[in-house]
């Protein structure tokens, strides 16, 4: 059971939109602390993709766009690619527990 | 460019010990803070353990505290984890990773960080 809840998949097709949820409690996002988003394709390294809510480190292309209201956060990519299939996770930081806790991850299959 | 290489994993009986090392390279090694993350075979991620870059202050999971201990070593820019006691519910791939924070928030990194890059991991298998 992770701290952060994220929908187990979701799908779409090529060039659509899909937005992945992650909702959390005010312990952590209620809190103010902010999210952030990693993509890991099957086999590697988890790769960070949003950070602080909305921001997108350099080489991360802008069909990748994040937002953060309260409790709930929101990973959106438009004009999907096959590319994108991979899971994907949020992640913030938990005053009750003292420590990051992730999402349990969300894998997006592209159709 | 930052590396991180972690080594040491493996097959481990139940109960027993093993150190895990990530070496780094491509930053000023003893300014920044580290941290460990796992990945259970099929399982989402999991934080375990972060350490500041002079090493004064560590921090936990509930899950592991008391088991691991986080330490580094920075004449030679490589991070570790000693893991004792270890049970099935250790079992994953380990990951080393950088936390990263905003100016901003640099005094409270702990609380706002997140982890770029990652180094490739290590898997460690407990079992008998």
């Known amino acids: 059971q992770s701290v952060l809840t994220q929908p187990p998949s979701v799908s779409g097709a090529p060039g659509q939109r899909v937005t992945i949820s992650c909702t959390g409690s005010s312990s952590n996002m209620g809190a103010g602390y902010d999210v952030h988003w990693y993509q890991q394709i099957p086999g590697t390294a988890p790769k960070l993709l949003l950070y602080s809510n909305t921001n997108r480190p350099s080489g991360v292309p802008d069909r990748f766009s994040g937002s953060n209201s309260g409790i709930l956060a929101s990973l959106t990519i438009t004009g999907l690619q096959a590319e994108d299939e991979a899971d994907y996770y949020c992640q913030s930081y938990d005053s009750s527990l003292s420590g990051s806790v992730f999402g349990g991850g969300t894998y997006l299959t592209v159709l | 460019e930052v590396q991180l290489l972690e080594s040491g994993g493996g097959l481990v009986q139940p109960g027993g010990f093993l150190r895990l090392s990530c070496a780094a390279s491509?930053?000023?090694?003893?300014?920044?803070?580290l941290s460990w993350v796992r990945q259970a075979p099929g399982k989402g991620l999991e934080w375990v353990s972060s350490i500041s870059g002079s090493a004064g202050s560590t921090y936990y999971a509930d899950s592991v505290r008391g088991r691991f201990t986080i330490s580094r070593d920075n004449s030679k820019n490589t991070l570790y984890l000693q893991m004792y006691s270890l049970t099935a519910d250790d079992t994953a791939v380990y990951y080393c990773?950088?936390?990263?924070?905003?100016?901003?928030?640099?005094?409270?990194?702990?609380?706002?960080?997140?982890?770029?890059?990652w180094g490739p991991g290590t898997l460690v298998t407990v079992s008998s």
């Open positions: 990773a950088k936390p990263v924070v905003e100016p901003k928030h640099s005094t409270a990194w702990y609380s706002y960080n997140w982890f770029d890059p």
């Open positions: 491509g930053f000023t090694f003893n300014n920044y803070a």
